[in-house]
């Protein structure tokens, strides 16, 4: 199975294709405010990398957030019109999915990602690290540091590891609260989530039938985006305009 995915949910962004033994190319890449620019061009070179074009994949996948909001906005537009054009499942996969996918060999931990939200407080998942790899334990919250660490309290697993850029930033202000549980509590250096674990995701979902429609296919939003919806707009007019004529549109 071939399968595209687009991870543009954070600063540092990635595109990715996957086979059936692993991830063939991956790429990935800062774009200072210019992801909308080059997006399509970078997804370009990645298929030219590995050697296939946009109609020989089997599925796409894309990074829903939280996160960014104009970034995830452009790579769910972007990968949604594919889908539709070409018929093609598409599976959208949350940041903290994607964060999370990256520890499922951590058997027993409790995997806490974190993304940044407004200040202060972060957007928090919860997963449970099992034989079949992540299983979400806690439904994603917006959360205050506070709140945060009293969560982390009361869970009972030997240890936590915590992970993402809403660690990074509050790691400080985390470690100074967490009291008796500073112990048991790890730092894993994954701050951005990567293309290719959207992929290996949405591999196991496209086999199990679970595909998401991409008319319907929004970004995950928990709380409200300021997006501007001129940009949403002119997205989608960019992307629809590059994939029927097969242009490259403002890559650099």
């Known amino acids: 199975m071939l399968i595209l ?3 543009t949910t954070a600063d540092l962004c990635s595109v990715a294709v996957r086979d059936a033994d692993g991830t063939l190319v991956e790429r990935s890449f800062r774009h ?3 992801l909308s620019e080059r997006l399509i061009g970078d997804a370009n070179s990645v298929l030219q990398d590995a050697g296939i ?5 089997d599925g796409l996948t894309v990074g829903i957030g939280p996160g960014s909001f104009t970034g995830v906005r452009i790579g769910v537009t972007t990968v949604k019109t594919w889908a539709d054009l070409l018929g093609m499942p598409v599976v959208g996969v949350t940041s903290l999915d994607a964060l999370a996918e990256e520890l499922r060999f951590e058997r027993g931990a409790l995997i806490v990602p974190l993304v940044r939200a407004r200040p202060g407080s972060v957007y928090a998942g919860f997963y449970l690290a099992g034989e079949d790899g992540v299983m979400e334990a806690i439904k994603p919250q917006v959360l205050s540091i ?4 009293d969560r982390i309290g009361i869970r009972t697993e030997p240890r936590v590891i915590l992970c993402g850029d809403g660690w990074k930033k509050n790691e400080n202000e985390i470690r100074s609260k967490l009291d008796s549980r500073a112990g048991s509590v790890i730092a894993a250096p994954i701050v951005a989530p990567r293309a290719s674990m959207l992929a290996a995701i949405a591999e196991r979902r496209i086999l199990l039938g679970q595909v998401d ?7 995950y939003y928990l709380s409200e985006p300021p997006i501007d919806p001129r940009v949403e707009a002119r997205m989608a007019a960019i992307n629809l305009h590059t994939t029927v004529n097969g242009e490259n549109a403002g890559s650099q």
């Not at 506070?146 to 660490?149: K, R």
């Not at 429609?213 to 970004?219: R, S």
């Open 5 to 7: 995915a687009v991870e």
């Open 32 to 34: 200072r405010m210019h």
């Open 53 to 57: 074009e946009l109609a020989d994949l």
């Open 146 to 149: 506070s709140e945060l660490v």
């Open 213 to 219: 429609n991409p008319l319907e296919l929004v970004p």
